[in-house]
């Protein structure tokens, strides 16, 4: 089978309606996640960073359900879908998310979000290994030009890193995050075959995760402190709602409707606007290599959009 990474069914939808909630969904993931690589930094210094995100996932968790409650989704999930969920909370919302807020501890928000946009190249990578799927060559050449855009991107950051030890293993910790949240994507790839519903799938699988790195906190000794300051309140409830809620409700739903390289490709996206965000907050300077990138990236987003998913 040949397939994006998603073998699904089209939907009955026109075309052209589709087309327009798929650039809505891309939109808004890459605003949703492009600041939040920012915020993340608004909560770190007083709250441990795993303590931070397991608050994080378990409002998120909250939401969603009270969100499926309204709309009279079905919550419940069979033991396939939930072992699916699982997978997701501990590979993407426990064991990615950590690494990356200990990245952000290490190197600045934008070189996290610049690394991280080579999810959609290993996506395809990992899915190919993992399911047996082939992506079309359209896919990997979209994905390649995402990789050198994010190459020239970073070019800049990464030598004035001056490759010190702290900066490596920031990167370091950033490309497990990545590989992570692939392993992450096949999860979620398992329980849209085992038929869960989007709602119902994420909000048990950030539970599970908020659940592992409470596990995880309270084992290693972590402190459960809270910092009732604007800045934390305020990024954290940014982080649950648009970076997670709003964000993650999206992206599975574009995965299943155009495949994981698609959605996964938002994380090359993000990297200018968190370029954007970082210049405004962090000081920092982006010349014409950098804008050379964006353009390669967003050409590799149109490249991505044109692939034909065939069976």
Not at 14 to 43: E, H, M, N, Y
Not at 109 to 135: D, E, P, Q
Not at 260 to 284: G, N, Q, R
Request: a positive charge; hydrophobic letters at 55%.
């Amino acid at each position: 089978m040949s397939a994006d990474e998603s073998a699904t069914t089209p939907t009955a939808e026109s075309p052209q309606r589709t087309q327009w909630i798929d650039l809505a969904a891309i939109v808004v993931c890459t605003l949703a996640w492009g600041t939040t690589w920012f915020a993340i930094t608004k909560q770190l210094g007083v709250v441990d960073p795993v303590v931070s995100i397991a608050y994080r996932f378990a409002l998120a968790a909250a939401l969603l359900f009270a969100w499926g409650t309204l709309r009279r989704e079905r919550l419940t999930l069979n033991r396939a879908q939930h072992l699916a969920a699982f997978g997701v909370g501990l590979f993407t919302f426990a064991i990615d998310y950590s690494f990356v807020y200990w990245a952000e501890e290490r190197v600045t928000s934008a070189v996290v979000a610049v690394v991280f946009a080579a999810m959609a190249f290993v996506n395809l990578i990992v899915f190919r290994v993992a399911l047996g799927l082939r992506a079309p060559l359209l896919s990997w050449a979209a994905a390649g030009l995402g990789v050198i855009g994010v190459g020239l991107l970073s070019w800049e950051e990464i030598a004035n890193s001056h490759m010190s030890t702290r900066a490596l293993a920031g990167i370091g910790l950033t490309l497990a995050g990545v590989f992570s949240a692939a392993i992450g994507n096949v999860f979620a790839r398992r329980g849209e075959m085992a038929g869960a519903g989007v709602i119902a799938s994420t909000g048990w699988a950030m539970a599970y995760g908020a659940a592992m790195l409470a596990v995880f906190a309270s084992v290693t000794g972590k402190t459960w402190a809270f910092e009732f300051t604007a800045p934390y309140m305020l990024s954290l409830l940014h982080l649950s709602l648009v970076g997670s809620v709003i964000a993650f409700a999206l992206y599975y739903g574009l995965a299943r409707r155009r495949g994981y390289a698609t959605a996964s490709y938002i994380s090359a996206l993000t990297p200018p606007l968190a370029m954007f965000v970082s210049a405004l907050f962090e000081d920092k300077s982006w010349g014409v290599l950098a804008l050379s990138g964006v353009v390669l990236v967003l050409a590799g987003q149109v490249l991505l959009l044109r692939s034909k998913r065939a069976a």
